[in-house]
């Protein structure tokens, strides 16, 4: 792979990005697949910003992210200043300031919402143990849910004595609907809940889910209870986290755990958890922090205070580097524009799921529609088991996955590390597998 000339902090990117996703956008309104580029298409530059080897087609950077160079480039700072003299170091970069306001900035946040975690299972575990459950108390999830979602739920119930109970949002993944997902949550709320657990995209068929109208489910239950009985919207936002033009205040939810090392390209084991900034103080650490907050209020003899976001980020010595960096995945994102790498992302998503769906010997399981889908594209091939497809892939250097569920699909996700070629690269070897 060529590489441009460096810039500072991605100078540039935003012009390459904007012409990149015109094009894309053009092509599809045109109702037309867009068309293979050249090799220095308007994307390459951000292409160009990462060290995947050019021998493989990586689709599966949603898995675990190659860091930018922006990204590298910190990491490696931070690195030097922290062997050069560590106690210096760390004297200068203890205040995680810096990183909740980048990610703050990123998110349409308050920086005092946001906790820092290491993944989203961190998030998802902190969250969930955190919460004020008792016995009687149930906890609405859906049967589409990740492993993370469901063992931090289960471990919450079994401390608690709360129950937990899991719906079924759709009955076909591929003709989901918003209106269907959030009228099976509106139907299933009961007097008992207290926590409604989702997750916003799908990491076994691909659909997005309708956070925004599923919260405004949550509200109406809301009215009229008590503040202690109100229910609490909990999302799972890592594979819509770095994809989706939104914010919080966009989703609309009350809580939402996110990993920073997969769509986001920021340092590996990083992640944010946001909560709305009045409903932090119902936690409860499970992880003691090193802040001012319960630090100072011990070395005092006095009470910790209430809980805050920043008492929810776990003490202790971390990868510092890492996190310390994780500013410079949010500028990345930043400066070539959120909207951009929404409209980018889902024009390869869209041209790979109309592909597939044009093949006769392919089911795909992902929504077509835009609205109920993200990065990520799930389907089968018949007469082939899901290992034998992303092993047919892979001996063509088509890095595909295997969703990690009792029904297993394989997966493909389009992001910005891939161009129209590439997808075309992979529509073809799927469809000799007829």
């Given at each position: 792979?060529?590489?441009?000339?460096?810039?500072?902090?991605?100078?540039?990117?935003?012009?390459?990005?904007?012409?990149?996703?015109?094009?894309?956008?053009?092509?599809?309104?045109?109702?037309?697949?867009?068309?293979?580029?050249?090799?220095?298409?308007?994307?390459?530059?951000?292409?160009?910003?990462?060290?995947?080897?050019?021998?493989?087609?990586?689709?599966?950077?949603?898995?675990?992210?190659?860091?930018?160079?922006?990204?590298?480039?910190?990491?490696?700072?931070?690195?030097?200043?922290?062997?050069?003299?560590?106690?210096?170091?760390?004297?200068?970069?203890?205040?995680?300031?810096?990183?909740?306001?980048?990610?703050?900035?990123?998110?349409?946040?308050?920086?005092?919402?946001?906790?820092?975690?290491?993944?989203?299972?961190?998030?998802?575990?902190?969250?969930?143990?955190?919460?004020?459950?008792?016995?009687?108390?149930?906890?609405?999830t859906t049967v589409h849910d990740h492993y993370a979602?469901?063992?931090?739920?289960?471990?919450?119930?079994?401390?608690?004595?709360?129950?937990?109970r899991k719906i079924a949002l759709y009955e076909r993944?591929?003709?989901?609907?918003?209106?269907?997902?959030?009228?099976?949550?509106?139907?299933?709320?009961?007097?008992?809940?207290?926590?409604?657990?989702?997750?916003?995209?799908?990491?076994?068929?691909?659909?997005?889910?309708?956070?925004?109208?599923?919260?405004?489910?949550?509200?109406?239950?809301?009215?009229?209870?008590?503040?202690?009985?109100?229910?609490?919207?909990?999302?799972?936002?890592?594979?819509?986290?770095?994809?989706?033009?939104?914010?919080?205040?966009?989703?609309?939810?009350?809580?939402?755990?996110?990993?920073?090392?997969?769509?986001?390209?920021?340092?590996?084991?990083?992640?944010?958890?946001?909560?709305?900034?009045?409903?932090?103080?119902?936690?409860?650490?499970?992880?003691?922090?090193?802040?001012?907050?319960?630090?100072?209020?011990?070395?005092?003899?006095?009470?910790?205070?209430?809980?805050?976001?920043?008492?929810?980020?776990?003490?202790?010595?971390?990868?510092?580097?890492?996190?310390?960096?994780?500013?410079?995945?949010?500028?990345?994102?930043?400066?070539?524009?959120?909207?951009?790498?929404?409209?980018?992302?889902?024009?390869?998503?869209?041209?790979?799921?109309?592909?597939?769906?044009?093949?006769?010997?392919?089911?795909?399981?992902?929504?077509?529609?835009?609205?109920?889908?993200?990065?990520?594209?799930?389907?089968?091939?018949?007469?082939?088991?899901?290992?034998?497809?992303?092993?047919?892939?892979?001996?063509?250097?088509?890095?595909?996955?295997?969703?990690?569920?009792?029904?297993?699909?394989?997966?493909?996700?389009?992001?910005?590390?891939?161009?129209?070629?590439?997808?075309?690269?992979?529509?073809?070897?799927?469809?000799?597998?007829?």
């Amino acid at each position: 792979m060529t590489k441009l000339p460096r810039r500072s902090l991605l100078e540039g990117l935003l012009a390459l990005g904007a012409a990149g996703c015109a094009a894309s956008a053009t092509a599809t309104a045109a109702g037309d697949r867009p068309q293979a580029r050249p090799p220095t298409d308007a994307w390459q530059g951000v292409r160009d910003e990462f060290d995947v080897s050019p021998a493989w087609i990586h689709m599966t950077g949603f898995l675990l992210a190659s860091h930018p160079r922006p990204v590298r480039e910190a990491i490696e700072a931070l690195r030097r200043e922290l062997d050069d003299n560590p106690a210096h170091a760390l004297e200068a970069h203890e205040d995680p300031a810096p990183v909740r306001e980048a990610a703050a900035a990123y998110m349409g946040a308050g920086a005092e919402e946001i906790a820092l975690t290491g993944s989203t299972t961190m998030g998802l575990a902190s969250l969930y143990l955190g919460l004020p459950l008792r016995a009687g108390d149930e906890v609405l999830t859906t049967v589409h849910d990740h492993y993370a979602t469901h063992e931090s739920l289960r471990f919450a119930a079994e401390r608690t004595g709360a129950t937990v109970r899991k719906i079924a949002l759709y009955e076909r993944s591929s003709a989901a609907t918003a209106t269907e997902m959030a009228g099976a949550i509106e139907a299933a709320i009961t007097p008992a809940t207290r926590v409604v657990a989702i997750t916003w995209v799908h990491s076994g068929s691909g659909v997005r889910t309708p956070v925004r109208a599923i919260a405004e489910v949550v509200a109406r239950a809301n009215q009229g209870r008590a503040p202690g009985d109100r229910v609490v919207c909990c999302v799972d936002g890592v594979h819509g986290f770095g994809v989706e033009d939104a914010t919080m205040a966009d989703l609309g939810c009350d809580f939402f755990a996110a990993g920073c090392h997969k769509w986001i390209f920021g340092p590996r084991g990083t992640g944010v958890l946001w909560g709305r900034a009045e409903l932090w103080p119902m936690l409860r650490p499970s992880i003691p922090h090193f802040g001012q907050e319960g630090y100072g209020a011990w070395l005092r003899g006095q009470p910790a205070p209430p809980t805050t976001a920043n008492m929810m980020t776990p003490g202790g010595f971390h990868a510092f580097e890492h996190r310390w960096a994780l500013p410079a995945a949010f500028a990345f994102h930043r400066r070539i524009g959120k909207a951009r790498v929404a409209a980018r992302i889902h024009a390869l998503n869209r041209q790979c799921k109309e592909g597939l769906q044009a093949m006769r010997h392919v089911t795909l399981h992902t929504p077509i529609d835009d609205a109920i889908s993200a990065g990520l594209v799930c389907f089968e091939v018949a007469g082939m088991s899901t290992a034998a497809v992303v092993g047919r892939l892979r001996e063509r250097k088509i890095i595909a996955s295997a969703a990690p569920y009792a029904t297993r699909y394989a997966r493909v996700a389009p992001s910005l590390l891939n161009s129209e070629a590439d997808v075309e690269a992979v529509l073809r070897e799927v469809r000799a597998l007829a």
